[in-house]
T-cell receptor, first 114, second 111 residues
Framework: DTEVTQTPKHLVMGMTNKKSLKCEQH?????MYWYKQKAKKPPELMFV???????INESVPSRFSPECPNSSLLNLHLHALQPEDSALYLC?????????????FGDGTRLSIL | KQEVTQIPAALSVPEGENLVLNCSFT??????LQWFRQDPGKGLTSLLL?????REQTSGRLNASLDKSSGRSTLYIAASQPGDSATYLC??????????FGEGTQLTVNP
């Protein structure tokens, strides 16, 4: 079992739908991340939140909208996605400023866009 | 721009063999280096993290080394088991937040 919990595990949606991905951690980490991973490729960073504020946006299209309502929760709101957005979406968390602490990943949400 | 390369891309070995996975990076100004394991359809599991000031870390049958000046790291797996079959990813961090990943090594350990 991972310490970062992502829901749902699988999501199928049409291009006109609106849906949200949810991520939760209770390790007291103040940095949280969204990654996108295509098949047989490494994860690509999308967003970073530090102390509940957006600190990094890797030029992600506006159809992806992140939200960090509190220090334990991270959401990714999806709207008008394209078929090429089908991928595994991974959430991660870590301590801030700790050189010896790794990022902890959830098991991801497998997203399919019809 | 940091680039991370992992060799080999795929490796198949018989059970019990000792093996080495390689990772190289172009910018030696790193914060730390991490080795992850990913099983099919799953997230990443952190195996070992080496701070920039360290030379190696060990956990059970795993040993990771870091030579920052030459931009290289190795992951040594002793007495491999079928349960070790997975994709192994190397990632370097310059700032502690942004990880740059290699393409991974897909390991198969045959019984």
């Amino acid at each position: 079992d991972t310490e970062v919990t992502q829901t749902p595990k699988h999501l199928v949606m049409g291009m006109t739908n609106k849906k949200s991905l949810k991520c939760e951690q209770h390790m007291g980490h103040r940095a949280m991340y969204w990654y996108k991973q295509k098949a047989k490729k490494p994860p690509e960073l999308m967003f970073v939140y530090s102390y509940e504020k957006l600190s990094i946006n890797e030029s992600v299209p506006s159809r992806f909208s992140p939200e960090c309502p509190n220090s334990s929760l991270l959401n990714l709101h999806l709207h008008a996605l394209q078929p090429e957005d089908s991928a595994l979406y991974l959430c991660a968390s870590s301590q801030i400023g700790a050189r010896n602490q790794p990022q902890h990943f959830g098991d991801g949400t497998r997203l399919s866009i019809l | 721009k940091q680039e991370v390369t992992q060799i080999p891309a795929a490796l198949s070995v018989p059970e019990g063999e000792n093996l080495v996975l390689n990772c190289s990076f172009t910018d030696s100004a790193i914060y730390n280096l991490q080795w992850f394991r990913q099983d099919p359809g799953k997230g990443l599991t952190s195996l070992l993290l080496i701070q920039s000031s360290q030379r190696e870390q060990t956990s059970g049958r795993l040993n990771a080394s870091l030579d920052k000046s030459s931009g290289r790291s190795t992951l040594y797996i002793a007495a491999s088991q079928p349960g070790d079959s997975a994709t192994y990813l190397c990632a370097v961090s310059r700032s502690g937040s942004r990880l740059t990943f290699g393409e991974g090594t897909q390991l198969t350990v045959n019984p």
